[in-house]
């Protein structure tokens, strides 16, 4: 795909690596239709793209309520009067163990609430915004690319059920979409990014870090520009559909 005037969706774009793949895709000419929850985030975002001279607009919504995706995904369809790329973004955790236990006693389990928290936004958002773009680009009939961002942690990280099983399911369904969607003119790709350096990251303790650092061969954290680099080789290459791009420095979980 050439990005020069296309117009990319993005959600969660108001910090991390959706506000990264934004700003990047903006410097090689897309217009972008800013999805988020935070306002002043948004704000910032749209600032930064709107510097590279395209045009950028924010919305408000909530990708795990249907009624808020379909709204949201019209009326960014009408008000650019296409629609040729989304980047799946939108995520959350809530990290808890399954079970938690002392001496042989049950002290603390994940809630349902947690686990459902995390699949709501983390699936099932993917799942809304990818049918309901998908839906525009078949009637705007120019065929168009979905990026899902996925996570190493897909291949299952103690603490992680809920966030694990929504990003394997997330690379899951990339491959079902590429199948599927193949025939109208539309690819899908999937990004699984390693531990990368975003707000969540940054707030943690430096010894935390050093932990999660550790046994990544390159010792660093990933940076949101080169998971957002990824992104946009999804979208430039024609011939990439169905697969996951690793990018995690080396780690295997």
Request: net charge neutral.
């Amino acid at each position: 795909m050439e990005l020069h005037d296309k117009v990319i969706v993005i959600t969660g774009a108001g910090r991390g690596i959706g506000r990264a793949s934004a700003v990047d895709l903006a410097g090689h000419g897309a217009n972008l239709a800013l999805i988020d929850l935070r306002a002043a985030d948004l704000a910032e975002s749209r600032a930064q793209c709107a510097a590279k001279g395209v045009e950028a607009r924010v919305y408000e919504a909530n990708v795990a309520k249907e009624d808020e995706v379909i709204a949201v995904i019209g009326r960014i369809a009408a008000d650019f009067g296409r629609l040729d790329g989304l980047v799946n973004n939108a995520g959350i955790v809530r990290d808890a163990l399954l079970v938690k236990a002392k001496a042989g006693a049950v002290v603390e389990r994940m809630s349902l609430a947690q686990w459902s928290a995390v699949i709501d936004v983390n699936l099932t958002g993917v799942f809304l915004c990818a049918r309901e773009t998908a839906i525009r680009m078949i009637e705007f009939g120019q065929g168009g690319v979905i990026v899902n961002i996925s996570s190493i942690s897909k291949a299952g990280n103690a603490g992680q059920s809920s966030y694990s099983a929504a990003k394997a399911g997330v690379a899951a369904m990339t491959v079902v979409w590429a199948k599927e969607l193949a025939r109208c003119g539309i690819r899908v790709g999937a990004v699984a990014p390693g531990f990368t350096h975003t707000e969540i990251l940054a707030s943690m303790r430096p010894e935390i870090l050093e932990k999660l650092t550790a046994p990544v061969p390159l010792k660093r954290l990933g940076e949101p520009q080169e998971i957002a680099a990824a992104v946009r080789f999804i979208f430039e290459n024609d011939f990439y559909n169905g697969r996951c791009l690793e990018i995690d420095g080396g780690l295997r979980l």
